[in-house]
């Protein structure tokens, strides 16, 4: 009865429509977390274990990721004919691995995630050839539109200090062609994916020219300006919206209670729904439904989502599926992407089913409704 009762009260205030639409947001891609099995082998022996599920399984999307993703999010037509749409969350940018290395590791260099692909063709041809030319297909064919996730997934504050230190485990995890998550302490409480995280509110200006570059190289990478945008574990100020702003972005994707850090260890709760308009003219989308398969039990996640979108149609309001890429990356364990996509295809089946008028579309197009109106 609690939790039903919390599946309808976030639903409660915002925008709300009577249309069944349905945006599907998942996190992370376009990151280079874990390179392969045999770099987690290697991490371990080095005394650093994996400190949780991302740091095991969540790799770059292969060509058989998208390829098997692409055969679910088909499998299934909205009430226009159109096929469920996915809106990851994705980052233009990761860490130039062999420039740094030839530098021995001295500072911070980036690469764009054509030339991590290319890279990695050279390394695993098997796993990674024409993968990029497979991410192209999938937004063609309109089964991919991807939104801004950050310029790269980490604290480029906590990445430079421990640089600066030779933090051995860091250097160890950069060897292995990876940045899974570090055991030793971080700066101030930074998490160190945490791309716009801080501890002295100053640090926040820093990230106005982060931004502009990132959304820049988001546009040369995935061919258009981006237009919603998701902070890498959540945990920006909204003083950032007005970077975002001035780059282009008009939506930004944020919890329903938010803890927003301001700097030093203090913090203020705001409290946001879909709809809502921030003081720098940028309006707020709030996710109402959980799905993360591989981590709970396929049959608990499924019900658990399809009870959060009934929840959310009742009230009035789009559904907005909240997940994450390591659910549907198949690199290490195949099982594991074999999970993620079984329950993934199973509840797209079942919406379909129990909702005939439901319209999948992307979180671009869910945000020009809410500016535009219903049409």
Known sequence: MLSTI???????????????????SVDDY??????????????????YKAAGFFDKYDTLETREDLEALYEVLSSVKDVHGNNAVMTPFAVPCNIDFEKMASENFGRYHYELLPETYAKLEEIDKLSYEG????????????????????????????????????DQELLTVLQNRSFTALTSTVSNHIGQTSAFGFWDFKDNYKFKSIIEDGLNAFEKVYGYRSVCFNAP??????IIYNYLKEGGVKFVDTPLIKKEHQGFGKYKVRFNYTGKTDSSG??????NVVFEPTEDSKVKCIDLALNQIAAAFRWG?????????VNFCGYIDPNNRKIGLTALKELLTKIVQRWPDVEFISAEQLGNIIENGNE
């Open 131 to 166: 993968t990029w030319q497979m991410w192209n297909e999938g937004m063609r064919k309109g089964l991919m539109a991807p939104q801004f996730h950050g310029r790269e997934h980490l604290s480029l504050k906590v990445f430079e200090e421990k640089l600066k230190e030779r």
């Open 30 to 47: 376009g990151n280079v977390r874990l390179a392969s099995s045999k770099a987690r082998e290697n991490i371990d022996n080095a005394g």
């Open 317 to 325: 309001k789009p559904a907005i599926i909240s997940s994450h890429r």
């Open 6 to 24: 919390k599946q309808y009260a976030k639903n409660i205030i915002g925008w709300k429509t009577n249309r069944k639409l349905v945006v599907i």
């Open 233 to 238: 574990a959540g945990s920006e100020h909204r």
């Open 282 to 287: 940028i309006k707020l989308v709030v996710r």
